[in-house]
C-alpha cells in the first residue's frame, strides 16, 4: 500500500521527477598503539523528492519517510521548482525520463556487529606491536558501512540497491636515522561486501602488514629525490589517482560547462595512444567492479563511460540534464550520498586500461628515474593540474632498483603527462577505499596498471 503510494504521487509530475528513499549503517573502529580510541555506531535515514521544471530543479529533504512527510515534500519540491522556473528560468523544456528502468537488490543484509571490529582490530594491532621493533606508533582501523536506496521515479520505473562495503587501514610510523618522523600506510582486504565477507582471521592479513613494515624501514633509510621532469614508472594506485583526479573531474560534464580543459576537446588527442581509460558501472576487464552501481540517482540505467580510446577523448560523463544539452548518451553518473544530498555527476570506478608489458621490463627500461608505489592524497584543478604525495618509491639506475625514497611529491598537466606514456603493464590494480569530496563525499574507486611516463617529481 505504502509502494503504490509513492508510485501514484510521483506519477503526478508533469516532468521528470523522482522520490528517492534512503538508509544507512556505518561502524568505525580505530586502535592506537593498542588502545582503543575509535568506537562508533551510526545509523541515518530520509527521504528526497525532486522535480524538474524547465530546466531547473525542485528540492526537498526530510529525516522521516511516512506518507504524510512524503506527500508534504513532494509538494515542496513542485512548489520550489515552480517558484525557481518563475523567478529564473533557463528555458530548457521538458526532460523526461524515456523508458522505466526496473531493478531490485536481491542479497540478503548482514549485521555487523561492533564487537566484531574491536576484536579483529585488536588482534591486529597486537600482532603488529609484537611483531616489529622499534615502531614510533601503530595504528589499525577498520570501515563497515551498508546503504540502502530506493527510488522511484514519474515514469514508473523503481530500483532498490545496496552499498556494503568494509576496508581496513593499517598505519606505522618510525624515527629515522636523523629524528625525523616517517611513516606509512595501506589498504587490507575488504572491497563491496560485508565485513564477514572478507575479515576471519586476523592472520590472513599478516604477510600483507609484513611488507608494509619492511618498506617502512626501507624508507626510513631513504633518500629524497632529484627534482625535475624524471622517467618514472607509477604504480597503479598512483596512476589510478590520475585517472580520477586529474582526468575525471575535468571530463564530469557540469565542469566541461564551467570551461573545463576538456571543453571543446571531444575527438582530439589527449594522451598517448596507448591509453585508455574508462568510468566503470558496475563490471570491468570480465570481473566485477569494485563499487558496482546499477541504477543511478535519476533512475536511469548504467553503462560504462569511456573517456579516453587510443589516446582520443571520446566522451563526459553525463546526467540526465548534461545529456540533453551535450546531445549525448546518458550513461547514469548521477550519484548523491546522503538522503539530503542532490544527485551530481560523480564517478563510479575509473581506471586506465591495461597494456601489454611487464612491471620488471617496465623497471629495466629506465636508465635513470624513479619508481613510484603509494600516495597519500591529491589535487587537481578543471585545467587538469595536478599535484599528489607520494609516500613510498625507489631510485631506478641502470634498470635496477636502488634507495628507497622519503616523502614527496609529483605535479604535471594530466593530458601532456599521459601523452608521455610509452609503457603499461599488464595487469589492474584497484584502489576500493577512497572517496571523492566534490560537494558532498561519496565512495569512488579508481585503478589501472603501472604506467611509465615523464612526471614532475619533488626534491627535499
Known amino acids: 500500500m ?12 508533469a516532468d521528470h521527477a523522482e522520490i528517492r528513499l534512503q538508509r544507512g549503517e556505518a561502524h568505525r573502529v580505530s586502535v592506537l598503539s593498542g588502545k582503543l580510541v575509535g568506537n562508533v555506531s551510526s545509523r541515518s535515514a530520509g527521504a528526497m523528492a525532486r522535480v524538474y521544471n524547465n530546466g531547473v530543479w525542485g528540492v526537498a529533504s526530510s529525516c522521516s519517510s511516512d506518507e504524510t512527510e512524503l506527500r508534504r515534500l513532494f509538494a515542496a519540491a513542485a512548489e520550489n521548482a515552480s517558484l525557481l522556473n518563475a523567478r529564473r528560468p533557463k528555458n530548457r523544456g521538458p526532460l523526461g525520463s524515456g523508458a522505466p528502468v526496473f531493478y531490485e537488490d536481491r542479497r540478503v543484509i548482514r549485521k555487523t556487529e561492533q564487537k566484531q571490529l574491536i576484536d579483529f582490530a585488536m588482534a591486529l594491532d597486537s ?40 576496508y581496513a587501514v593499517v598505519a606505522m610510523s618510525v624515527d629515522t636515522p636523523d629524528g625525523e618522523p616517517v611513516e606509512l600506510f595501506d589498504v587490507f582486504g575488504g572491497g563491496a561486501g560485508f565485513f564477514t565477507d572478507f575479515y576471519g582471521d586476523p592472520a590472513a592479513l599478516y604477510a600483507g602488514v609484513d611488507r608494509l613494515y619492511t618498506e617502512l624501514m626501507q624508507k626510513r633509510e631513504g633518500v629524497f629525490p632529484n627534482a625535475g621532469v624524471r622517467t618514472c614508472v ?15 573531474h575535468t571530463v564530469e560534464a557540469d565542469f566541461v560547462l564551467a570551461g573545463s580543459v576538456a571543453k571543446g576537446a571531444v575527438g ?3 594522451a598517448s595512444p596507448l591509453v585508455s581509460i574508462t568510468d566503470f558501472a558496475h563490471t570491468a576487464f570480465g570481473q566485477a567492479a569494485p563499487l558496482p552501481v546499477r541504477v543511478d540517482d535519476e533512475g ?37 550520498n546522503a538522503y539530503s544530498d542532490e544527485p551530481l555527476i560523480r564517478m563510479r570506478n575509473t581506471a586506465i586500461h591495461p597494456g601489454t608489458d611487464k612491471l620488471e621490463n617496465m623497471i629495466a627500461s629506465v636508465e635513470d628515474g624513479y619508481y613510484l608505489t603509494r600516495t597519500q592524497n591529491g589535487q587537481a584543478d578543471t ?18 632498483l636502488g634507495r628507497a625514497l622519503r616523502d ?19 595487469g589492474v590494480n584497484w584502489d576500493f577505499a577512497g572517496h ?18 615523464r612526471v614532475n617529481i619533488g626534491g627535499r
Not at 601532456?416 to 603493464?425: A, F
Open 2 to 13: 505504502f509502494d503504490q503510494t509513492i508510485r501514484d504521487l510521483v506519477s503526478a509530475a
Open 127 to 166: 600482532h603488529i606491536g609484537g611483531s616489529y621493533p622499534g615502531l614510533l606508533s601503530r595504528s589499525v582501523g577498520l570501515i563497515a558501512n551498508c546503504g540502502q536506496k530506493t527510488l522511484y521515479t514519474e515514469n514508473g520505473g523503481f530500483s532498490y540497491q545496496i552499498f556494503p562495503r568494509c
Open 234 to 248: 607509477i604504480d597503479p594506485a598512483i596512476s589510478g589517482m590520475i585517472a580520477h583526479e586529474a582526468v575525471g
Open 268 to 270: 582530439q588527442a589527449v
Open 300 to 336: 536511469t540505467l548504467c553503462a560504462d563511460a569511456p573517456l579516453i580510446r587510443d589516446g582520443i577523448l571520446t566522451g563526459y560523463m553525463h546526467n540526465a540534464e548534461s545529456a540533453a544539452v551535450f546531445g549525448m548518451e546518458n550513461r547514469g553518473n548521477a550519484r548523491a
Open 383 to 400: 585545467t587538469g593540474e595536478f599535484m599528489f604525495g607520494v609516500t613510498s618509491g625507489y631510485e631506478i639506475k641502470n634498470g635496477k
Open 408 to 426: 614527496t611529491t609529483i605535479s604535471g598537466v594530466a593530458f601532456q603527462t599521459l601523452k608521455t606514456v610509452d609503457m603499461l603493464s599488464d
Open 436 to 453: 571523492c569530496g566534490k560537494k558532498q563525499p561519496i565512495a569512488v574507486s579508481m585503478g589501472g596498471p603501472a604506467i611509465r611516463c
